[in-house]
Nanobody, 129 residues
Framework: QVRLMESGGGSVQPGRSLRLSCAAS????????MAWFHQAPGKEREGVAC???????NYADSVAGRFTISQDNNEKKLHLQMDNLKPEDTGMYYC???????????????????????WGQGTQVTVSS
């Protein structure tokens, strides 16, 4: 059974940094790709970053150059380093995992929420002065 648990959220001022972590268990990393999603108050969940089985990454335009997704295969953790945070980054952040099909390339990952069925409970990030 896939289990995902986020941590690292908090309240910070604009321009500061936070590092989110997602502890994963119940699956082999090479069989999955993973992603971070952001849900602002009153808005739909948006994929901000994903990482493929081979470590390839993809970012939403809104966070490119400010956020970095990474994974530690030894510790089975997914991370999201968030720098130069802005008020519009406020919201819940969720990690998600998707099992690759035999036809999915190791370099491929998706940021579409419809592709994912395994989710963590989320961690709150608030960016405010």
């Amino acid at each position: 059974q896939v289990r995902l648990m986020e941590s690292g959220g908090g309240s910070v001022q604009p321009g500061r940094s936070l590092r989110l972590s997602c502890a994963a268990s119940g699956f082999r990393y090479g069989d999955y790709y993973m992603a971070w999603f952001h849900q602002a108050p009153g808005k739909e969940r948006e994929g901000v970053a994903c990482i493929a089985a081979d470590g390839s990454t993809n970012y939403a335009d809104s966070v490119a150059g400010r956020f970095t997704i990474s994974q530690d295969n030894n510790e089975k953790k997914l991370h999201l380093q968030m720098d130069n945070l802005k008020p519009e980054d406020t919201g819940m952040y969720y990690c998600a995992a998707r099992r690759r099909s035999p036809y999915t390339s190791v370099w491929f990952c998706s940021r579409a929420s419809s592709e994912f069925s395994d989710w963590g409970q989320g961690t709150q990030v608030t960016v405010s002065s």
